[in-house]
Nanobody
C-alpha cells in the first residue's frame, strides 16, 4: 500500500525559496503520478502541479507556473516541489497525493487522488 509523507515546510521571507519533499513507501511507491495541492484557511484545496510516474512530464497551473518545479527521484522514492519567488498568496498547507488514474494535463480534482499525506505548512512573511 502506498503511503506519502510531506516535509520541508516552514517560514519563508517574501521572495524566498523553499523545497518540499514527499516521501513514498510501499510496493507501489514509484508507479503513480503524484500531484501537489495546497489549502489556505477558508479556501478550497488548490491544485499546484503534477508529475508523471517517470518524472519526464509535468504540468502546472498558471498561478504557479514559472515559480514551481516538481521533480522526482524514484530511486529514493521522493517527489519534490521547488518553489521560488514566494509571496503571501503561497501561504498554505501543502499536500502530495497519488493519482488514481494516471497523468493528465490540465487542472486535477482532489477526488482523483488518494494516499494523501498529513501536509506541511508553508508560511510566507511579508
Amino acid at each position: 500500500q502506498l503511503q506519502l509523507v510531506e516535509s520541508g515546510g516552514g517560514l519563508v521571507q517574501y521572495g524566498g525559496s523553499l523545497k518540499l519533499s514527499c516521501a513514498a513507501s510501499g510496493y507501489t511507491a514509484t508507479d503513480r503520478a503524484i500531484a501537489w495541492f495546497r489549502q489556505a484557511p477558508g479556501k478550497e484545496r488548490e491544485f499546484v502541479g503534477q508529475v508523471d510516474r517517470s518524472g519526464d512530464d509535468t504540468w502546472y497551473p498558471s498561478s504557479v507556473e514559472g515559480r514551481c518545479t516538481i521533480s522526482r527521484d524514484n530511486a529514493k522514492k521522493l517527489v519534490f516541489l521547488q518553489m521560488d519567488n514566494l509571496n503571501t498568496a503561497d501561504t498554505a498547507v501543502y499536500y502530495c497525493a497519488a493519482s488514481k488514474r494516471g497523468f493528465y494535463t490540465g487542472p486535477r480534482n482532489p477526488r482523483d487522488f488518494f494516499s494523501w499525506g498529513q501536509g506541511t505548512q508553508v508560511t510566507v512573511s511579508s
